[in-house]
């Protein structure tokens, strides 16, 4: 079993800045891809970033604001969130994927307001 502990979060001003971080503990050899989803109220959940084996996936709605990044000694995966909008207002969640299970940390909120 993987245990996904996420932190990071909170309240910010539109075109302000968030990081978010997740670590990994537990079963975690063998995590390949890491990636953070994310859950606007009415909303399905969404894939804002993913990262494997170095490369990088990004929503297009993020791509050039958002950077996802990962520390393998760690065991971390971080998402670093600039010129914020009030539509990245969402509960943010942590994903990982091993051996074709994934697990998911347990969410943290996001709101961009003034």
């Known amino acids: 079993q993987v245990q996904l502990v996420q932190a990071g979060g909170g309240l910010v001003q539109p075109g302000g800045s968030l990081r978010l971080s997740c670590v990994a503990r537990g079963s975690i050899f063998g995590i390949n891809a890491m990636g953070w989803y994310r859950q606007a109220p009415g909303a399905e959940r969404e894939l804002v970033a993913i990262?494997?084996?170095?490369?990088?996936t990004y929503a297009e709605s993020v791509k050039g604001r958002f950077t996802i990044s990962r520390d393998n000694a760690k065991n971390t995966v971080y998402l670093q969130m600039n010129s914020l909008k009030p539509e990245d207002t969402a509960v943010y969640y942590c994903n990982v994927q091993r051996y074709g299970v994934g697990y998911w940390g347990q969410g943290t909120q996001v709101t961009v307001s003034s």
């Open positions: 990262i494997n084996s170095g490369t990088t």
